[in-house]
């Protein structure tokens, strides 16, 4: 009898955690970005000279999820984030020809020029959701289409000259531009991902994100003629969300 007991309380434990999951949650996200951007004219953004690479930030938001099928199968999961986006440039000279074409004499042995741009966004994605378990816990995929605005662009700028005499060694920042007027306000592209998901509401996912308009500000040119820069983001998020409504 006490098994049975036993038996019932877990079915009915597990048929009510997978009633909440499966209606609308309200949560919170945060993680961190990986960000670079991309198109055939990115070397035109303002940031200087230097090989793009990724840069390292951080974004943090609010999540909601809506259950788009009675099985929990298909979720609508939009979420509001804040989201520090961005690149880095930076290269080297080190051949005594090149430096000595460069103006630097015979006592510099190495020259190094590093630029950090960070592009502050706030972000919509408005994935939709494939969940492989019932109630929407379990194993997901997501693809959906995101809109941002950037609400602040800053660089700083830093280069370093080292000699081959007992010249110190020299360290010097260029200032910080806070500069955003070279570059469109509005971003529109798309996010796809995977990630898991609990019964309880906490979560852990990955995802790309692929910008579709011009970083440039292009309204006075034809589609033709306009300038091609993309952001590009990954982003590793955890997560937790709550019962929120009927």
Do not use: H
């Amino acid at each position: 009898m006490k098994k049975i007991a036993l038996l019932s309380l877990a079915i009915v434990s597990a048929a009510s955690a997978a009633q909440a999951q499966s209606g609308p949650r309200l949560g919170i996200r945060v993680g961190g970005t990986l960000a670079n951007i991309g198109g055939k004219d990115a070397d035109q953004v303002n940031g200087y000279a230097g090989d793009l690479q990724y840069k390292l930030g951080y974004n943090a938001g609010i999540s909601y999820q809506l259950p788009l099928s009675s099985d929990g199968f298909w979720t609508l999961a939009p979420e509001l984030l804040y989201n520090r986006k961005g690149f880095e440039r930076s290269y080297e000279l080190k051949d005594r020809s090149t430096l000595t074409a460069n103006g630097y004499g015979a006592n510099v042995d190495k020259f190094k020029y590093q630029n950090k741009r960070v592009l502050s966004y706030i972000d919509l994605p408005i994935p939709v959701r494939i969940n492989t378990a019932p109630g929407g816990s379990g194993l997901y995929f997501e693809l959906g289409p995101q809109v941002g605005y950037m609400v602040a662009s800053k660089q700083e700028t830093e280069t370093n000259i080292k000699y081959n005499d007992n010249t110190p060694e020299r360290n010097e920042k260029m200032g910080t531009s806070k500069e955003k007027e070279d570059l469109a306000s509005f971003d529109i592209g798309g996010v796809a991902g995977i990630g898991y998901q609990t019964a309880g509401g906490f979560s852990i996912g990955v995802r790309y994100n692929q910008g579709f308009k011009t970083l440039f500000d292009t309204k006075n040119t034809s589609a033709r003629n306009e300038p091609k820069a993309f952001n590009r983001a990954f982003t590793a998020q955890v997560g937790y969300l709550i019962p929120w409504g009927k």
